[in-house]
């Protein structure tokens, strides 16, 4: 599933070549494409046709593109395999297209004359209009008011995070991938920054000092910075950009898929675990599990009487 470096690419095309521009039609050809949209298709297109989009705004993993003086947003959701893509009218349809947006008016040069395609080939992802939320000052769709500011925010509160990490009954990654708590990591952002912190991936956020999560929030940045450089992370063509161009982060990873392969920092073969229906990758060595000390005062071997063996 796209990560805050993907969304934030495709949210950068969108403002671009989309915003400001009149909506002419709008062509819904998989209705689960819209089912988020509980008033069907025909409601959806009915309430965009001339219409305007404002800048395209994101917040975590979540895009959406606010109507001009409506009080509403098109909320995208990308799914696995959704993508949001600007395409000469000329261009054949795709495969999998599922919702298509024409425009009155041109897009800036050299874009020119083109539309809105939703793509989707395994249609999870959708389109979904929504109210905004009365009580955000962001103007978020209602349905995502509850998501938490994103690390790259500059309004992110990192002592309320480091507050709240210690706070969980959980481990570090899960508290990573709570889009409540921090949003737009994911697993593959979550294994790298990780690494980057030599913390394995069970570690007890009760067991962090303000140091160490510190520490963890600077190398989340430095991940999600980098990989949004590169255009994001593209494992096949399910993800591309809004002009069908994949990320090339994926030559800069240390840790997510390198099962098997020396770690970059010590040379110990990483390790793939099964985790939460998803895999963790990790370093043995440089990632130990964390051992309390009541969990090694247990462990240790017996203290030997010195009398002899009967």
């Given amino acids: 599933m796209p990560e805050l470096p993907e969304v934030e690419v495709v949210r950068c095309g969108l403002q671009r070549w989309a915003c400001g521009r009149t909506i002419a039609g709008v062509?819904?050809?998989?209705?689960?494409?819209?089912?988020?949209?509980?008033?069907g298709a025909e409601d959806f297109a009915d309430q965009l046709i001339g219409q305007s989009f404002?800048?395209?705004?994101?917040?975590?993993?979540?895009?959406?593109?606010?109507?001009?003086?409506?009080?509403a947003a098109v909320l995208a959701h990308l799914g696995m395999s959704g993508q949001l893509l600007i395409q000469p009218r000329s261009v054949p349809d795709e495969k999998h297209l599922r919702v298509r947006i024409s425009f009155s008016?041109?897009?800036?040069?050299?874009?020119?004359?083109?539309?809105?395609?939703?793509?989707?080939?395994?249609?999870?992802?959708?389109?979904?209009?929504?109210?905004?939320?009365?009580?955000?000052?962001?103007?978020?769709?209602?349905?995502?008011?509850?998501?938490?500011?994103?690390?790259?925010?500059?309004?992110?509160?990192d002592a309320v995070f480091h507050s709240a990490l210690r706070a969980r009954r959980t481990t570090v990654k899960r508290a990573l991938l709570d889009q409540s708590l921090i949003s737009g990591v994911g697993n593959i952002y979550a294994d790298e920054a990780l690494w980057r912190a030599r913390l394995h991936y069970e570690r007890p956020t009760?067991?962090?000092?303000?140091?160490?999560?510190?520490?963890?929030?600077?190398?989340?940045?430095?991940?999600?910075?980098?990989?949004?450089a590169a255009g994001g992370t593209s494992f096949d063509s399910l993800y591309v950009n809004v002009n069908g161009e994949s990320g090339y982060f994926e030559r800069s990873l240390d840790a997510y898929g390198r099962e098997d392969?020396?770690?970059?920092?010590?040379?110990?073969?990483?390790?793939?675990?099964?985790?939460?229906?998803?895999?963790?990758?990790?370093?043995?060595?440089?990632?130990?599990?964390?051992?309390?000390?009541?969990?090694?005062?247990?462990?240790?071997?017996?203290?030997?009487?010195?009398?002899?063996?009967?």
């Fill in 27 to 39: 062509e819904v050809l998989h209705p689960r494409a819209i089912r988020r949209h509980t008033a």
């Fill in 54 to 71: 404002d800048p395209a705004r994101r917040r975590g993993k979540y895009l959406w593109l606010p109507l001009a003086d409506t009080g």
């Fill in 105 to 157: 008016d041109p897009a800036p040069p050299p874009a020119g004359e083109t539309e809105l395609r939703f793509v989707d080939q395994r249609t999870f992802g959708g389109l979904s209009l929504h109210p905004v939320s009365p009580d955000s000052s962001d103007g978020l769709p209602d349905v995502i008011a509850h998501i938490a500011r994103d690390p790259l925010d500059p309004a992110f509160d």
């Fill in 206 to 228: 009760a067991t962090l000092t303000p140091a160490r999560s510190t520490e963890l929030l600077t190398h989340v940045r430095s991940v999600l910075t980098e990989a949004l």
């Fill in 261 to 310: 392969e020396p770690c970059r920092r010590c040379g110990t073969a990483m390790r793939r675990r099964p985790w939460m229906n998803r895999s963790s990758f990790y370093c043995p060595r440089c990632q130990r599990p964390f051992r309390s000390r009541s969990s090694a005062s247990t462990t240790a071997r017996p203290v030997r009487s010195g009398l002899p063996r009967p």
